[in-house]
Structures are given as structure tokens and as C-alpha cells.
């Protein structure tokens, strides 16, 4: 089991910059945790499906990025510190969401996971208020 908490949502003006941070705690049976777990950033804006942002390997080697994020959004992971990054640049009034944090279990180190389906684990979600 994986507990994930996100931080660092807020309000800010179109151009700016937030950090999303999603701190993970817990344990698998097997014994480490946080590095078994392929990574990803989902957002719900009212009305709308949840969605893919980014998403991030194990190892942290590979990435995946909405079209919608590329060039402004950064994902990134510290294994050591069990956290994972979201690094929002150059906002939108359109990325105004609920961000979540997620967890996959994968058994590759390489796997990006991109499909709502294939995580297991949520945090409760942080809100991210982009004015225009």
C-alpha cells in the first residue's frame, strides 16, 4: 500500500509558475517502496474526465507529457526522498484543475504508464487556479 499527498497548488496569474509536490509514504510487501512505482500527474477541470499531464518511469529515465503541457510542464522523481515533481511553467487559464498524484505498481524500470486504468493509488488531489 502507497499513500500519496499532493502540495503546492494555489492561485496564480496566467504566465506563472507553480511546483506541485507529491510526497508518497508506506510499504509493499516485498520491502521498498516508493521505487517500484511508476508515477503520473492527472487534472480534473469541473465537468470534464480526469486526464493524463505527465507521467514518469521508475528509474526516471523516461517521460511522458500531454500535448497540451509540452515545453511548459516538467515532471521529475527523488527516489531516495519518495517524492515526485510536477514543475508547471507559462500557465493557462486553461490548466485550471484539481491535479492528482498517482501510483503504479510496474515491474519495469523503463514503463511509462499512461492510462487511467493501470494506477492503483491516489492522493486527494491539490487545486491549481490559473486567472487570466
Known amino acids: 500500500q502507497v499513500q500519496l499527498v499532493e502540495s503546492g497548488g494555489g492561485l496564480v496569474q496566467a504566465g506563472g509558475s507553480l511546483r506541485l509536490s507529491c510526497t508518497a509514504s508506506?510499504?509493499?510487501?516485498?520491502?521498498?517502496?516508493?521505487?517500484?512505482?511508476?508515477m503520473g500527474w492527472f487534472r480534473q477541470a469541473p465537468g470534464k474526465e480526469r486526464d493524463i499531464v505527465a507521467a514518469?518511469?521508475?528509474?526516471?529515465?523516461?517521460?511522458y507529457y500531454a500535448d497540451s503541457v509540452k515545453g511548459r510542464f516538467t515532471i521529475s522523481r527523488d527516489n531516495a526522498n519518495n517524492m515526485v515533481y510536477l514543475e508547471m511553467n507559462e500557465l493557462k487559464p486553461e490548466d485550471t484543475a484539481v491535479y492528482y498524484c498517482?501510483?503504479?505498481?510496474?515491474?519495469?524500470?523503463?514503463?511509462?504508464?499512461?492510462?487511467?486504468?493501470?494506477?492503483?493509488?491516489w492522493g486527494q488531489g491539490t487545486q491549481v487556479t490559473v486567472s487570466s
Open positions: 508506506g510499504r509493499t510487501a516485498s520491502g521498498p517502496m516508493f521505487s517500484v512505482y511508476a
Open positions: 498517482a501510483a503504479s505498481y510496474s515491474s519495469l524500470a523503463t514503463i511509462v504508464r499512461t492510462l487511467k486504468r493501470d494506477y492503483g493509488y
Open positions: 514518469i518511469s521508475r528509474n526516471g529515465v523516461n517521460t
